[in-house]
């Protein structure tokens, strides 16, 4: 069985430049998030969809971020601009439950940003 | 703001000794979960303990929960240098459709 999948792995750009992150979940899937991990930190909720609807968006800085899972299945994060504060990895997970958090999660290897 | 707190930041032991991680929290939750993170990796589950549960078993790991302590215990024995990775202790509170909340993470090196 395929992983959760990310792309790019690693992604440079200049501060004020747009940049977008891609996941494809574990097939069947139906809870899909997205973290936030600084260095030396644990992950950080930034979004968690069931299905195709963003069930919590609460800790997303809506003014420069922005998703969509928009058929329920792989998902699109979006940073515009971007700003040096926001380098960090940028990690996808996946779980079967719609539960969203009662079940094990599944990560992605993640994409890693650097703002310059 | 996360939710757990692991202790030890940072662990250094030999290959075949135990290591031990504590992580604290601070509300009640329905369960917590153990996960593992290789430099530059994505997290990988662990295993998983519910708040009516006490202790749980899984090959090396041991996992050890006190909910009127707020607490919980992952044991590793007889570590292999493969097990040095950061551990991340995460939460999931009582409410309804929350998803999980991490520690900072303890960092564990084992030397051969």
């Known amino acids: 069985e395929a992983g959760v999948v990310q792309s790019p792995r690693y992604k440079i750009i200049e501060k004020k430049q747009p940049v977008a992150f891609w996941c494809n979940p574990i097939s069947g899937h139906n809870t899909l998030y997205w973290y936030l991990q600084n260095l030396g930190q644990g992950p950080e909720l930034l979004i968690r969809?069931?299905?195709?609807?963003?069930?919590?968006d609460s800790q997303l800085p809506k003014d420069r971020f922005s998703a969509e899972r928009l058929k329920g299945v792989d998902s699109t994060l979006k940073i515009q601009p971007a700003e040096l504060g926001d380098s960090a990895v940028y990690l996808c997970?996946?779980?079967?439950?719609?539960?969203?958090?009662?079940?094990?999660?599944?990560f992605g290897p993640g994409t890693r940003l650097l703002v310059l | 703001s996360q939710q757990g707190e692991e202790d030890p930041q940072a662990l250094s032991i030999q290959e075949g000794e135990n290591a031990t991680m504590n992580c604290s929290y601070k509300t009640s939750i329905n369960n917590l979960q153990w996960y593992r993170q290789n430099s530059g990796r994505g997290l990988v589950h662990l295993i998983l303990?519910?708040?009516?549960?006490r202790e749980k078993h899984s090959g090396r790991l041991r996992v050890t929960l006190d909910t009127s302590k707020k607490s919980s215990s992952l044991l590793i024995t007889a570590s292999r240098a493969a097990d040095t990775a950061s551990y991340f202790c995460a939460t999931v509170f009582n409410q309804a459709g929350t998803a999980l909340i991490f520690g900072k993470g303890t960092t564990l090196s084992v030397s051969s």
């Open positions: 969809y069931e299905n195709e609807e963003a069930v919590d």
């Open positions: 997970a996946s779980s079967p439950s719609l539960a969203g958090g009662q079940e094990t999660q599944y």
């Open positions: 303990i519910r708040s009516n549960e």
